[in-house]
């Protein structure tokens, strides 16, 4: 099967021109202007924005938190991110305390293989570091194809890790050609902060916000950044909402250390003026919280300076119900905000239409830098000939208002209720394949394959 795409306006992280697209089989065959071909189908994108497959690094579908799951499977979660033009995801993998990272890789594949509708790959999350897990780190980097190990630095019992693992893992992951990534908050601080607001009866929406301070995160992350320079292991910030933070890796710079960060598009649009004494509050508790607007601010800037690498989401969608599992304690509140499907709309719209970020800066934070980072570049994240044909087409002029009744999430809220964006995706392409057009799924589950990724250099 061949299709060509005629007289779009393609943009990559590097290039902005108008020429037509040949796509034969999964792979892009030919770039050019007018070109000689016949195809099978061809859709003229004249007017359009034509850019790379977006590709959401953070990500937690069917995952198991606080007694309950997220309530996005591999199939609904990957057909939602089509569906907002993310093309590929990196799912986190967590290990149990006590069982192995292979035993954990299986759970996961189980549920993933052959539902997923998206392609998709993983994140191997390290809960429990010892000689057993370290002899597994080979086997995940060279046969596996997973490349990324998550640490966290909170949630002491079920997830945390202490130092002297991080620094263990960081050695083995630098030797087997891996990178860490990390959950940098103080989870000691974070733990004593949650016990004295429910010891004095402030139980509402409000106090996990203020018992996540913005110096919970900045302290961590420099934490994290002094281990990974000392080890010389790659490591990558997800989630980063603060300026604290931020001025941590800034910090890191200057004795010449690269350390990725990603934040995540609800830090950059929605703020901590939305927690309150109301349950409605519920919606946007996730950790780290939002923020204030000065580190809205601080994360654009830090976006344009190269200091921000991507922009991802950790959609992690819960039903009201679920969220009102805390009505009474915020701390029993299932941590989680769904935006798989918002988030390259909402950063066209309040980035590129608001002239906070170029197309070409869009591009590369949503699409190309995931891509370079985790191993998957130029098969994926870029349009160039012989990469995967996955591709967005995108009416830059069309208006449309995001909601919880016409979203394609498992989930029955939206944190985004009402908003009016500039910028719609029309056209989505999965390896050559029309998955997404006039707002239908054409293609099943079980059509998302899993990405093997290669190893890392920590250079982009």
């Not at 035993?103 to 998206?118: I, Y």
């Not at 990603?262 to 508790?285: H, M, R």
């Not at 370079?372 to 995967?388: L, W």
Request: hydrophobic share 40%; charged share 25%.
């Amino acid at each position: 099967m061949s299709l060509l795409i005629k007289n779009g306006r393609i943009v990559t992280a590097a290039d902005d021109y108008v020429a037509d697209i040949f796509i034969e089989g999964e792979a892009i065959s030919a770039i050019g202007k007018n070109l000689p071909v016949q195809a099978d189908t061809v859709i003229d994108a004249t007017g359009k924005l034509v850019f790379p497959g977006g590709i959401d690094p953070h990500v937690h579908l069917d995952m198991p938190f606080m007694g309950t799951f997220s309530s996005d499977t591999h199939e609904t979660g990957t057909r939602a991110a089509l569906f907002g033009g993310t093309t590929t995801v990196i799912d986190f993998v967590l290990q149990k305390q006590g069982h192995s990272l292979k035993e954990a890789l299986a759970e996961w594949n189980s549920r993933a293989t052959g539902t997923a509708v998206g392609d998709y790959s993983f994140h191997m999350a390290v809960t429990d570091f010892n000689e057993n897990s370290k002899a597994e780190i080979k086997e995940m980097v060279e046969n596996e194809g997973i490349t990324s190990f998550k640490t966290f630095m909170a949630y002491k019992g079920a997830l945390m890790i202490n130092d002297s693992q991080m620094v263990g893992l960081m050695q083995e992951v630098k030797k087997q050609g891996g990178m860490v990534t990390v959950h940098a908050t103080n989870g000691d601080m974070i733990d004593y902060l949650i016990a004295k607001h429910r010891s004095e009866g402030k139980m509402s929406p409000l106090y996990h916000y203020l018992s996540q301070p913005e110096v919970t995160e900045a302290e961590a992350s420099c934490r994290f950044t002094d281990m990974a320079d000392y080890t010389g292991c790659p490591g990558y910030i997800v989630h980063m909402t603060c300026e604290g933070a931020l001025n941590g890796v800034r910090n890191a710079t200057r004795r010449n250390q690269k350390v990725f960060a990603e934040t995540c598009i609800q830090y950059l649009v929605l703020d901590a003026s939305l927690y309150g004494e109301d349950i409605d509050g519920a919606k946007w508790v996730m950790s780290p919280p939002l923020r204030e607007k000065k580190d809205q601010e601080a994360l654009w800037a830090g976006i344009n300076q190269g200091m921000i690498q991507v922009v991802a989401t950790d959609h992690c969608p819960f039903m009201w119900e679920q969220k009102l599992m805390g009505k009474d304690d915020f701390s029993k509140i299932p941590n989680g905000h769904p935006a798989i499907e918002n988030r390259m709309e909402l950063l066209y719209s309040e980035g590129v239409d608001k002239g906070k970020i170029t197309l070409n800066k869009y591009v590369e934070v949503a699409c190309t830098n995931p891509a370079k980072i985790f191993g998957m570049f130029p098969k994926k994240g870029t349009i160039a000939v012989g990469s995967d044909a996955d591709i967005v087409i995108f009416d830059p002029a069309e208006k449309h208002t995001l909601s919880a009744k016409t979203h394609h999430m498992n989930v029955d809220y939206s944190g985004y209720e009402g908003w009016e964006l500039t910028g719609k995706v029309k056209t989505v392409l999965l390896r050559g394949q029309v998955t997404i057009d006039d707002n239908k799924c054409l293609v099943d589950k079980g059509y998302g394959q899993f990405i093997k990724r290669n190893k890392v250099s920590g250079k982009i």
